[in-house]
């Protein structure tokens, strides 16, 4: 089993920045593919970026330029960096591993970004 433990979220003015760490279990996380996951109240979970054992990234197109996305393989950690935010940005996010076919889910951290 993956443990997966978010950190760093909060509320911010339109146009800061914030960073979000997971922190994860396990002594393969090099072997993890990896990502950050959104939801909106009422809306579905939506993938944000991921990357893979390789370190290849992929955004959707609304975070392209504002988010960073990487990971430390040392440390077990995934990091986002979101930076421009903007109140659409607004969501629970999480962070997922997926590992031996099997997905693994973070608790989830809450964003705010006020106007």
């Known amino acids: 089993q993956v443990q997966l433990v978010e950190s760093g979220g909060g509320l911010v003015q339109a146009g800061g920045s914030l960073r979000l760490s997971c922190a994860a279990s396990g002594s393969v996380f090099s072997r993890y593919a990896l990502g950050w996951y959104r939801q909106a109240p009422g809306k579905q979970r939506d993938l944000v970026a991921s990357i893979d054992t390789r370190g290849n990234r992929n955004y959707v197109d609304s975070v392209k330029g504002r988010f960073t996305i990487s990971r430390d393989n040392d440390k077990n950690m995934l990091y986002l960096q979101m930076n421009s935010l903007k109140p659409e940005d607004t969501a629970v996010y999480y962070c997922?591993?997926?590992?031996?076919?099997?997905?693994?889910w973070g608790q989830g951290t809450q964003v705010t970004v006020s106007s």
């Open positions: 997922h591993a997926f590992f031996l076919l099997r997905d693994h």
